[in-house]
Each structure stands twice: as C-alpha cells, then as structure tokens.
C-alpha cells in the first residue's frame, strides 16, 4: 500500500478541522452556537443581514465532512490491522456515516434558513432550530464511531500493537463525552442545550481530542510499518 | 487469480505519475474552463446590454496588472525549470521565490480588487455578469492558490541538497500547471475586462 | 465466487439511474428543476396540483437510492482487488452513502411539501428549497466518491490492471464537472443556480457518464474474473 496515500489521507483529518473550525467561526458565526433561547427578531436578523458568511461556511462544512470521510477510511484500515474479523471496523465504518449525515443536511438546513430574506420570522427560526438540532444533536452516532475504536484498538492482541493501549481508553472516554448532544431537544438553556458546557463545548473538544490522538496514532503506525509493507 | 493472489513477483515497478498524469489534468482542466468559457459567451450574447453596462465597473487596472505578474511569474517559472534541466537547482530555487512572491501579489491584487467592488455593492448577485465575474475569477484564484502550494513543493524540493531522481519530471510538471493557471487567466482577462 | 450476484449488482447500477430518471422526469416533472426564482403562489401551486406525482416519484427516488448500494458495494469490490489496503475502497463505500443520504432526505421533503395542500405557501417553499439543496447540492461527497475510484484505478500496481488506467483519469474529471453543484445555496438564478446549467445539467451528465463508465469497467473486469476461475 502506497504510504504516501495513507498519510495524505491521515492528515486530512486535521485539516477537515480546521476547515469545519474556520467555516463556523468566521464564516457561519455559530462558534458559540445561537442560544436556544434568542428571540425571534434577533435571531432572523442575523440570517437575513449576513447571508453569505452562513451559505459559503456551510459549503466548507460540507467539504470538511467529504474530506473526513478519507480520513476515517484510513483509520478503519489500520482497525482492520488490529482485528482477526473486522467487526469494530464495520461498526465504526456504518457509525461514521451516521454521525457526519447530519453534518451535510444541517449545513443545507442553515443555508435554506438564510436563502430568501423574505420567509416569515417564525419560518427562519424553524429552520435554525431544525439545523441545530440535526449539527449538534447527532451525537450517540459519533461515541459509538469513537467508541468502536477505542474496542479494536484493546482487543489487538498483536505482539506488537498498531495503536499504544491508551488511545483505545482515550477513545472510549471521549465517545462518552461527546454523548450528551444527546439530550439538546429536552433543554433551552443550561448545560445540555445546544449551546451548553456539556452537549456542546465538552463535546466538540472530546471529538477534537480524538480525532487529533487518532491522528497522530494512524501516522505513527503508518511510519512504523514502513519497512515491511514495501513492495 | 486475485491481485492479492498474485504477489510481489507479478507487481510492476512503481512509477512516479509525474508527465502522463500532469499532461492529462491539464487537458481536463482546460476541458472544463472552456466549458465555463463558452457558456459565458452563451449567457452574454443573450442579454449582450447589461453585460457590456456591467462591464463598465471592470477596472482594467486591476485586470493588467493581474496579467503582469502572471506573466512574470511565468517567465521566472520557465527559467527556474530550465536551471533544473542544467543542474542549477539553487538558481532553480530563487527564480520560483520570484515566482511565488508574484502569485501573492495576485492573490493580494484580487483581495483589493474584490474588495473595493463589494464597497461598491456590487456582489456576487448584483446580476448575472458578476455571478460569472465573481465565480470564474474565485474558481480561477482556487487554481492560483493550489499552484502557489505546487510552487512552494517545488521550491522546498530545489532545497534539497539531493533533490532526487524524479526532480526534473515535478519541476516539469508543476511548471506546466502553472503555465495553465496563467493561460487561463489571459483568456479570464480577455473575457471579462477587454471584449465588450 | 458469487461472481454472477456482482453482475447483477452491477446491471443495478444502470437501473437505479433510470429508476431515478422516471421518477425525476415523468412523474415529478422536476427535469428541469424547478426555478429558485419561481413565485411562492405559482410554486405552491405545482406541489398540489401534482402531489401524488411528486409523492410517487419520490417513492422511486427512494428506491433508486436502496439499489444504487448494491452497485457501489460491486464497485468496492473490484476496488478492494486494486489495492493491498482498503484505503478507497472503505472512502467510496463511506462516501457512497454519504452523498446519497441527502437524495433521501430530499425526496421525503418534496413529499412533505406535497403532503398536506393546506400548508402556507411559505412552508412548501421552504420544504422545496431544502428539498433541490440537499438534492443538487453534495456535490463534494460525489466528488469523492469518484476521487476514490480514480485514486484506487492509479494506483493500482498490478500486472493485469483491474481497471483500464483511462478510467481512473476520467473519474477524476467527472468529479470535476460534478463540483459547481455545490455552490447552489448561493444562486437564485444562472448557471450555477440548482436549475443551471453547469450545477445541474453538466453535473447530471457527469455523474450519468461516470456510472455507465465504471459498470462497463465493472462488468469487463468480473467476465475476465469468471473467465479465468472457470479455466
């Protein structure tokens, strides 16, 4: 297998990031996420007076989400190394596509909240909500896709392991932090909001955690099996 | 007999995609402009009034300068290969500096130029001419900035003391591409800010 | 092998692309798209007089996507055979579902629109936006999806290539051609609008051209596959 590919594909992993971080920051201004609870006129002033930032970040958005999909393939190739069966791969593999789905219809669901000014103010913050809801919202997908690697790489009974043994308790951890997204719809306020310290902030930086340490893990074990996968 | 199946004694030698591939990209990529192109000039000869009126606002400053520095950074480009072919890889190296340095004073020329028609009100759905002003120079400033990363791949290759077998083949290559994005921008300019 | 079910799955391919052009054409009469600039009266008015087309057609959408896995899954397959890692293999089965989740999603909001006749024009616009977003729309998962089967056909190392190398370099340009759907957030009207000509109809035709490019490379590569198992 080509090396170079692999490790083009590993850094895309940071570089989605990156590109998700700088769409929502500077482009969709959704770093903080709205508040649940900001009134209507507020709200719609916002989609209607900055338009462009929130149609141009969600087509970023979509290019991270595309982008990723390269970089969990390359870690469900080194899963694969880790398991006789390649059973946490195909569990991660279908848990993938589950939890960043969202990711593509909730940038679609922003950009139809900002595309015509003149929807109704009651219509805009339907579709606010329903964005929000489907980004932060899709979260027991994304710990079972954090978590399944964190099970391959514990159960790698390999002499020589592919990850080190605390990346698989870090992945575990991290897919349990990243869960309370879950809980959003029951909440306007408070730390399970869509805005909140826990289904939001503690979550985006345990998915950041992750995906960085997997980051790093893939491209060692890619240098590491360098010499005997020439040829 | 499966891939796998036949083994390391069947693989061919790997070979560096280098000139088949690059020359095939750029085909492709003047393909699909010429498909931007002729649908411009479709779009235009339909409504020929308010694109000669919107072409007014084009600023042919801008636009000359713009070619100018691509032109330039052409020239450095082509020398710099040259160097290469004769062995200079660190005279190689300066003259696609030079290059480089022109492809940021395009980058920064478009920011101004951009920026000042956005002042202006003028945006990307001011009317149909600016929806293809806009898009056909941002997906052309796509292209400069990918051929700003090639040269800065090539600039970091010229560094090296052993640049490596393949070296003349990438300088090639990326020099070629970077012939493309200047092309393309000549027929941009022609286009935009000098039929009317 | 169950080489004779890969040719099936293969043949799918080209049913599930007209499947998807019935339902599109006669049946939702959206072949053209409908235009963003359409008057919300006039638009409205499409959904209810043509309800139970659209609401069919979008079951054929559904329908056409369900089988469109069992082509792509064919695809892989012949991937997995260029590569000693299934790096493109596992991005276009990933990207597969990720760039035809959204076709889904569109087709269940074109009948929601068409659902209920009494809704407010606004929120059948709504819907309908939302619905040509998300179906015109991914066009970068598409995109990598067909990135993935160019990279895996260059670099494919082996002696007898699975795929004939012109494939890989034509994928790469179908990909191209595919990319400016991705703009049509942006667009009410012109070429890169929903309706354009280079966001629709240029991208259709790619898209059109790649499936009947990789089933032929397909169905070449699994002939030459039951040729020499027979022998």
Known sequence: MNLRTQLVCAWLGPIGTVILFFAMFFLMGILPPFRPSLAQGELVAIYRQHPIGMLTGGLLLMLATSIYMAFFALVAVQMKRMEKTPFWTYVFLT?????????????????????????????????????????????????????????????????????????????????????????????????????????????????????????????RAILRSAPAQRG | MDAEQQGAVKRRAGHVPGEEGVWVLIMGDMLVFSIFFATYLIYRAQNVVLYTSSQLSMQRGFGLLNTVLLLTSSWFVALAVSEARAGGRERAMRLLLGAFACGIGFVVSKAFEWGGKIQAGITLNSNEFYIFYYMLTGIHLLHVLIGLIVLGYLIARSRRPDPGASYVLVMEGGGAFWHLVDLLWIVLFALLYLVR | MNYRSQLVAAWLGIAATLIMFIGLWPLMHFLPPLKPGLGQAELAAIYRGNATGIITGGILQMLACSIFMLYFSALALQLKRMEAAPLWTYTLLLTSVLGFVPVLVAEMLFSAAAYRPDRPDEIIQAFSDLGFFLFVGPALPGAMQMLSVAFAVLGDRNAEPVFPRWVGYFSVWTAVLALPGAVVTLFKAGPFAWNGVLAFWVAAIAFGLWINVTFWATRRALLIQMKSSAA
Do not use: H
């Open chain 1, 95 to 219: 848990s993938s596509i589950l939890a960043f789905y969202s990711v593509i219809v909730a940038e679609m669901v922003f950009s139809a909240a900002a595309y015509r000014p003149e929807r109704s103010d009651m219509l805009i913050q339907a579709l606010s909500d329903l964005a929000f809801i489907l980004y932060v919202g899709t979260a027991l997908p994304g710990s079972v896709q954090m978590v399944a690697v964190g099970f391959a790489v514990l159960g790698d009974d390999r002499a020589d392991p592919v990850y080190p043994r605390w990346v698989g308790y870090l992945d575990i951890w991290a897919g349990i932090l990243a869960s309370p997204g879950t809980l959003i719809c029951l909440f306007k306020l408070g730390p399970f909001a869509w805005n909140g310290a826990l289904a939001f902030w503690v979550a985006a930086v345990a998915f950041g955690i992750w995906l960085n340490v997997n980051f790093w893990a893939a491209r």
